[in-house]
């Protein structure tokens, strides 16, 4: 087995999952920030554990379980980026964001496209966006690098006070 024809062949991300401390509060937050809605639930022994969100413009399924010593531990930490698809659509997220109220750290130019970080859940875990758009690509095989990215990022629109 060598070379990429024994690649196996991976199609995007299926739901991405976070423990959380708790469900109701979780859901209400991802419904009215970015509009996910409950598509499924999971109960063991006769308690509910786990909630299925879908995002009705596209975004990936989102998978709550209930968990509070890991939401706890995971809290801060940014385990996935959403992707929106240009910079106009991350400008929008961002000026719905600021009307809800919902501090975040603002529209920066990253690596290869724009971002919007330091977006919360209730249980601090940082929800990151990143455009599918690029400013800038790098040529096939070659590894882009950022030293310093947030010191060295350029920061397009800060978010409103």
Do not use: C
Request: charged share 25%; proline share 8%.
């Amino acid at each position: 087995m060598n070379g990429e024809a024994d690649i196996p062949r991976l199609v995007g991300v299926h739901h991405l999952k976070l423990p959380v401390r708790d469900l109701a509060r979780s859901e209400t937050w991802y419904g009215r920030t970015l509009g996910y809605r409950r598509a499924a639930e999971f109960v063991e022994q006769g308690a509910l554990t786990e909630i299925v969100l879908s995002h009705p413009a596209g975004g990936p399924d989102l998978v709550l379980r209930l968990a509070p010593d890991r939401a706890e531990a995971a809290a801060g930490f940014d385990y996935f980026a959403i992707a929106v698809p240009d910079s106009a659509a991350i400008e929008a997220l961002a000026a719905r964001l600021e009307a809800l109220d919902e501090p975040h750290g603002g529209v920066w130019r990253g690596l290869r496209g724009w971002m919007l970080p330091r977006l919360h859940d209730p249980d601090g875990h940082e929800v990151r966006f990143y455009t599918v758009e690029e400013h800038t690509s790098g040529e096939p095989g070659e590894v882009m690098r950022m030293v310093d990215p947030q010191e060295n990022a350029e920061q397009v629109r800060p978010a409103a006070p």
